[in-house]
Nanobody, 120 residues
Framework: QVQLVESGGGLVQAGGSLRLSCIGS????????VGWFRQAPGEAREPVAA????????YYADSVKGRFTISRDNAKFTVYLQMNSLKPEDTAVYYC?????????????WGQGTQVTVSS
């Protein structure tokens, strides 16, 4: 069993930055693929970024490439999403997720979500 708790969301102006954090509990967390999804109002949840347990494979949605960076610190059971050059269209609830497989398809575990709002 893995529990995920996100933090770091908030309100930021366009062009600004935020860093989301996700702490995972459970001894096996370090072996999971971890990722971030987001869901805007009225939209489907979409994948944003993912990283294999070893850190040597990553995925980014085209809409965030070059602006967002996923990283993980397995010693701290923490996954980060550094978000730079934020745009109003990045506004969404961001969810941390963990999956036993890479690439991530249907995550096994989800966090509760953290709101990111980018004002124009």
């Amino acid at each position: 069993q893995v529990q995920l708790v996100e933090s770091g969301g908030g309100l930021v102006q366009a062009g600004g930055s935020l860093r989301l954090s996700c702490i995972g509990s459970g001894r096996t967390f370090r072996w999971y693929t971890v990722g971030w999804f987001r869901q805007a109002p009225g939209e489907a949840r979409e994948p944003v970024a993912a990283m294999a347990w070893s850190g040597d494979s990553t995925y980014y949605a085209d809409s965030v490439k070059g602006r967002f960076t996923i990283s993980r610190d397995n010693a701290k059971f923490t996954v980060y999403l550094q978000m730079n050059s934020l745009k109003p269209e990045d506004t969404a609830v961001y969810y941390c997720a963990a999956d036993a497989n890479y690439p991530m398809r249907t995550p096994d575990y989800w966090g509760q979500g953290t709101q990111v709002t980018v004002s124009s």
